[in-house]
């Protein structure tokens, strides 16, 4: 699979390597921008507030399949008029839209494959986008969950709020499972 990551940090730098290793052709973009035309799919993962400036730095978005793992941190707020980065980001690329990696810890990616079961990835968006998280998911060492359609990814976003403060408030680092009773 062709894939083009905007952001070069923690999350993006990081699962670009994942994806990579899984033998996916990754085109990665950082400040400057650049043209994302040649993928079948984005993935957004630049700090929240620096979703609107990211994307218009980057040309080839129209009607791409795109995975928005932003966060909004502190006072951040999404995009005036939008009730999430992810809302906002489909605003622009018009393509299926799914707010996806932004719940999971990206220093623990490269331990993930070790893991005794596969930890789980929620994300909310378009039916049309749930092939690609799926696999993108298990190529990450990850099982995606759904919580729903792109209405929810406010919620979502919301989430990674609960994950920080879990993380700092003793257990540090960690992974999450979800699984339906007949699973476990």
Known sequence: MNITVIGRGNIGG???DRWEQAGHKVNRLG??????GAAEVVLVAVP??????ALSSVTGLS????LDAT???????????????????????GGPTAKV?????????????NARVRPSNLWSGDEEAQRLVEQLSLDA??????????????????????????A??????????LAAPEQL
């Open 48 to 53: 929240g507030d620096a979703v609107q400036a």
């Open 141 to 166: 060492g990850y099982e995606a969950v759904r919580l729903g359609d792109l209405s929810m990814a406010a919620t979502q976003e919301s989430l990674a709020h609960s994950v920080i403060a879990i």
């Open 14 to 16: 990081g699962l670009a």
């Open 71 to 93: 966060n909004l941190y502190g006072d951040v707020k999404p995009p005036a008029g939008f009730s999430s980065n992810a809302e906002y980001v489909k605003s622009v690329t």
């Open 168 to 177: 700092q408030s003793g257990l540090g680092e960690f992974v999450y499972r």
């Open 63 to 66: 009607g791409k399949t795109v």
């Open 101 to 113: 990696f932004n719940t999971n810890i990206a220093s623990l990616y490269d331990r993930v494959a």
């Open 31 to 36: 400040r400057p921008g650049g043209d994302a």
